[in-house]
């Protein structure tokens, strides 16, 4: 399995971005997938969770109701809409994938290389 994440960049606060996450392997849908994200200085956290086939997700309270992952099984991608960013959502962000991943755990098995998002205040 392999994971490449793109979509960072530099936005204002209160701005939107979008994250995508390429999967390479067999058996996409099989995966749980998250993202994690993080920060300058900081251990990397866990953002959102959606599972297998997308009909459950989770999110920290830090960004539920402005963050929004989904998943496309046909064409191996897991995306993460964030709006209303703030400058706290600074941050390197991550796409990982378990086959019984759990929301919270930092126990993933594959992740992907990080892409940067940099929200100015």
């Known amino acids: 399995v392999q994971l490449q994440a793109s979509g960072g960049g530099l936005v204002q606060a209160g701005g939107s971005l979008r994250l995508s996450c390429a999967f390479s392997?067999?058996?996409?849908?099989?995966?749980?997938m998250a993202w994690f994200r993080q920060a300058p200085g900081k251990e990397r956290e866990f953002v959102t969770r959606?599972?297998?086939?997308?009909?459950?997700?989770y999110y920290v309270d830090s960004v539920r109701g402005r963050f929004t992952i989904s998943r496309d099984n046909a064409k191996n991608m897991v995306y993460l809409q964030m709006n209303s960013l703030k400058s706290e959502d600074t941050a390197v962000y991550y796409c990982?994938?378990?086959?019984?991943?759990?929301?919270?755990?930092?126990?993933?098995?594959?992740w992907g290389q990080g892409t940067v998002v940099t929200v100015s205040s």
């Open positions: 990982a994938a378990d086959e019984s991943g759990r929301p919270l755990s930092l126990d993933w098995k594959y």
């Open positions: 392997g067999r058996a996409f849908s099989y995966y749980a």
């Open positions: 959606i599972s297998t086939a997308g009909g459950s997700t």
